[in-house]
């Protein structure tokens, strides 16, 4: 199995299954315009955290990883009204372009950017009591996910869901030698899924995914239920 199939697997997903959307694409060429890197949730990919969300029935949603709002866009689309979402960037340029491509979508009054290191911006959303988010999203630096997955269950509440991309890294997950620091994060976090979290129950599993961003993965997890 190839690359080229699974571009050509994805593309017919699109084709079948996901409405034309003029507003997303606007959203996806800003971003290349303005140099962002290629690396948002693929359409299928970003239609199923959208899912998750509806499924859910979130109304409060915090995502670690602004990008260029690709995947924010999709989030709060799924909010119903009066729901919020607050998305977390290091790169004040690309929380520029997010901000642009979500007041384009139409989505400047559900969706805060907080600009800074995510773990200060966690720490800071802690401080102000805020929470407990119904969904978490957690898809920056890969090294960082364990911390980051730790500061999202304490802005949890039992029932919420936290999903985390970018799990599997080509298979590196499996590999204890592997020289990729994003891969040796995402098996801290699959370790200290496997020991617990002191006060918090989590149930989660890891689900590995090919597509036009190659092979991968994502955990779905539950906490406390
Ligand atoms: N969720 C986006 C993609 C995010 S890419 C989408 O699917 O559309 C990862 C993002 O995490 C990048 O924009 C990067 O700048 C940001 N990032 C990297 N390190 C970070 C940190 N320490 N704090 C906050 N954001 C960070
Ligand atoms: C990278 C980040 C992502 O969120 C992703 O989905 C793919 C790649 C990266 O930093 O390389
Ligand atoms: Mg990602």
């Given at each position: 199995m190839s690359q080229e199939r699974w571009d050509a697997v994805d593309d017919y997903i699109v084709e079948q299954l996901l409405d034309d959307d003029p507003g997303l694409a606007a959203t996806l060429a800003a971003s290349a315009a303005a140099g962002?890197?290629?690396?948002?949730?693929t359409p299928a990919q970003a239609k199923l955290l959208h899912l998750l969300a509806r499924i859910h029935g979130a109304s409060s949603i915090l995502e670690i990883?602004?990008?260029?709002g690709y995947s924010s866009i999709w989030l709060a689309r799924a909010?119903?009204?009066?729901g919020r979402l607050i998305t977390l960037e290091l790169d004040p340029r690309y929380a520029q372009v997010a901000a642009a491509n979500i007041e384009q979508a139409g989505l400047a009054g559900v969706v805060e950017i907080r600009v800074g290191r995510a773990l200060d911006s966690l720490q800071a959303l802690r401080e102000e009591g805020a929470g407990p988010f119904d969904l978490i999203f957690i898809d920056a630096d890969k090294q960082t996910t364990p911390e980051y997955f730790q500061l999202a269950l304490a802005l949890s509440r039992p029932g919420s869901v936290i999903v985390t991309d970018n799990v599997v890294r080509g298979g590196a997950l499996?590999?204890?030698?592997?020289?990729?620091a994003g891969a040796q994060g995402m098996r801290r976090f699959h370790e200290l899924l496997a020991r617990g979290v002191d006060g918090h129950q989590v149930s989660a599993t890891t689900i590995q995914t090919v597509g036009s961003k190659g092979y991968d993965g994502f955990t779905l997890a539950l906490v406390g239920v």
């Amino acid at each position: 199995m190839s690359q080229e199939r699974w571009d050509a697997v994805d593309d017919y997903i699109v084709e079948q299954l996901l409405d034309d959307d003029p507003g997303l694409a606007a959203t996806l060429a800003a971003s290349a315009a303005a140099g962002l890197p290629a690396i948002a949730l693929t359409p299928a990919q970003a239609k199923l955290l959208h899912l998750l969300a509806r499924i859910h029935g979130a109304s409060s949603i915090l995502e670690i990883g602004t990008l260029g709002g690709y995947s924010s866009i999709w989030l709060a689309r799924a909010l119903p009204d009066g729901g919020r979402l607050i998305t977390l960037e290091l790169d004040p340029r690309y929380a520029q372009v997010a901000a642009a491509n979500i007041e384009q979508a139409g989505l400047a009054g559900v969706v805060e950017i907080r600009v800074g290191r995510a773990l200060d911006s966690l720490q800071a959303l802690r401080e102000e009591g805020a929470g407990p988010f119904d969904l978490i999203f957690i898809d920056a630096d890969k090294q960082t996910t364990p911390e980051y997955f730790q500061l999202a269950l304490a802005l949890s509440r039992p029932g919420s869901v936290i999903v985390t991309d970018n799990v599997v890294r080509g298979g590196a997950l499996a590999d204890a030698a592997t020289a990729d620091a994003g891969a040796q994060g995402m098996r801290r976090f699959h370790e200290l899924l496997a020991r617990g979290v002191d006060g918090h129950q989590v149930s989660a599993t890891t689900i590995q995914t090919v597509g036009s961003k190659g092979y991968d993965g994502f955990t779905l997890a539950l906490v406390g239920v």
